[in-house]
């Protein structure tokens, strides 16, 4: 009887355990990808064990789905620490029971966190296509920036290179800290790459993630860029290559009341155009961009690209822009080389297939005379003479389209205050350590004398003074001296001090007036 009920309860045992296996993946996701995805994790002091481990289980369960491979995503690991250490690379873990048996047996590495040297090692070596064990070629390449948001560093420099090499920079923070710092290293939208979770709930953020990742390294997709006013730019991943068929882009405005993804282009898998006109163009199949051209300024525009194949079917893709606002000339007005009687004005955009001609308008402020002068079409820049110094103008810069329309700008520019030199300067020598001075400049907006005396190298070192004089005085008595004593005399204006005028007073026994100048 005890034998049948030992037996009784190992199969009620066996009944009861949990199943091993692991839950499905999410239907669409397993083949959807190719790319290399960096994990950049925070194992340093600042990071508890038990901070640690849900960090990897969380890493565990973003990837569970992804297939590995050459033709499908690599995925690494970095750690941070003192001396940060990449404890599996792109080539290491090629099956999902690989790469979840290396995430179970990482250790953390403890010390200070040096995130500064590993992005180092990101840049010149993981995320480098083409160095050894590095990112592939012509693939989309992914960090993932996992940290407490502890003392993250001076990362700012060093994220923005790697974005500029192409790198897709996304951030999840545990803590709650240092939020403009990574505000600014992920790449926009901020909304899609920027996250922050406690450390018990990081499974709510795992499909959003997981999903901006698929975005960025999705086998089939279709981007727009280098948009402007009237021509856009579609890129593809060539699906066709090595196939035989053509590609079929087409293109038009969506409808009234559809919906664009705005600012400059973006990624769709809409596969419409709305019914609306539209433009058809092939391409052929070895080829992964082509360019959009005659489009409308400031109008949302929807794009298709179906790849035509007799050897395999292909999904439609589409994608969603809108176009810039067109900038009519003038947008920008620059003053230059403003002189006494001369001031330069200088205008942008330069728009010589819209513009006529330029019409430029000015006059002095309050209520002077209207001058006027118009240049040609090419030109973004003209010199306006005979001005009046120290004066503030009204200038009005007029481009005249060949639409009919007229643009115009205008702004106040100040031409320089006429700052003549001193006229005279004469010192007579007044016993054996005084001179009088008498100089020569009194003209209208002057407004005082800055006069100063030192004494020579070969006499006392370093005796300087200084003293103001108002505007009217033209003469004044300097009083113990050194011997040698240079004397400098030079005009005050409203604006600016006039060149002044120097000379060196010498003492005798029979002192005689003299004017030498130097």
Same mark, same amino acid.
């Given at each position: 009887m ?5 037996v ?12 091993? /296996? ?14 290399d ?5 925070d ?34 690991l970095?750690? @941070?620490?003192?001396?940060? =250490? ?7 873990? /090629? ?25 180092r ?19 989309p =390449? ?28 996304? @951030? ?13 290293? @992920? ?34 997709r279709?981007n727009v ?5 009237? /021509? ?35 990624t ?92 430029i ?20 820049s003209?010199l306006l ?14 481009? =005249? ?15 320089q ?19 009088q ?58 604006s600016?001090?006039g ?10 026994s ?6 030498y100048?130097?």
């Amino acid at each position: 009887m005890e034998s049948h009920m030992s037996v009784l309860w190992m199969l009620l045992c066996l009944l009861l355990r949990p199943s091993s /296996t692991q839950n499905p993946a999410p239907e669409g996701v397993l083949n959807c990808c190719e790319g290399d995805v960096l994990f950049l994790l925070d194992s340093s002091g600042s990071v508890s064990s038990y901070e640690h481990s849900r960090m990897l289980s969380f890493l565990s369960e973003l990837l569970l789905p992804f297939s590995l491979g050459e033709d499908q995503v690599r995925v690494g690991l970095l750690q @941070v620490g003192t001396k940060p =250490r990449l404890e599996f690379g792109f080539d290491t873990h /090629t099956t999902q029971s690989g790469l979840q048996g290396a995430l179970k047996n990482t250790k953390p590495l403890r010390g200070d966190t040096n995130t500064v040297e590993a992005l180092r090692m990101v840049k010149e070596w993981v995320l480098r296509p083409g160095a050894a064990d590095g990112a592939r070629a012509g693939l989309p =390449r992914v960090l993932v920036w996992l940290t407490d948001g502890v003392k993250p560093g001076d990362v700012v420099g060093p994220m923005a290179e790697l974005r500029d090499q192409g790198v897709a920079v996304l @951030v999840v923070s545990t803590g709650h800290g240092n939020y403009l710092v990574l505000r600014e290293v @992920v790449t926009p939208p901020v909304e899609d790459h920027l996250y922050f979770v406690d450390i018990d709930d990081m499974s709510i953020i795992t499909e959003d993630l997981r999903n901006a990742i698929i975005e960025i390294i999705r086998a089939e997709r279709i981007n727009v860029r280098d948009v402007s006013t009237n /021509t856009a730019t579609l890129q593809w991943r060539p699906v066709l290559s090595g196939l035989t068929g053509f590609y079929e882009i087409r293109f038009g405005p969506v409808p009234t009341g559809g919906t664009g993804a705005g600012g400059t282009g973006g990624t769709g898998t809409s596969p419409s155009t709305g019914g609306s006109q539209y433009q058809r163009i092939t391409q052929s199949a070895d080829s992964s961009t082509t360019r959009l051209t005659g489009l409308k300024p400031d109008t949302t525009y929807t794009a298709t690209l179906t790849p035509e194949s007799n050897e395999q079917a292909f999904n439609t893709l589409s994608v969603t822009f809108t176009t810039k606002p067109e900038v009519l000339s003038p947008a920008t007005v620059t003053i230059s080389d403003s002189g006494p009687s001369s001031v330069r004005v200088s205008w942008g955009p330069v728009q010589p297939d819209s513009v006529t001609s330029y019409y430029i308008e000015y006059s002095a402020l309050p209520r002077g005379k209207l001058n006027a002068v118009t240049v040609g079409r090419t030109q973004n820049s003209t010199l306006l003479r005979d001005l009046q110094p120290d004066t503030t103008y009204l200038v009005t810069i007029t481009a =005249r389209h060949a639409t009919g329309k007229e643009k115009a700008m205008s702004v106040k520019v100040c031409t320089q205050e006429v700052t003549p030199a001193l006229a005279d300067l004469q010192l007579t020598t007044v016993g054996s350590d005084s001179v009088q001075v008498d100089w020569k400049g009194s003209v209208a907006g002057l407004r005082g004398y800055w006069l100063t005396w030192e004494g020579q190298r070969n006499s006392i070192p370093d005796q300087r003074s200084s003293l103001y004089l108002p505007p009217d005085s033209l003469s004044t008595r300097l009083s113990h001296l050194p011997p040698s004593a240079r004397v400098c005399v030079s005009p005050i204006y409203r604006s600016a001090r006039g060149e002044g005028l120097c000379c060196t007073a010498q003492f005798h026994s029979d002192a005689l007036a003299y004017g030498y100048q130097s």
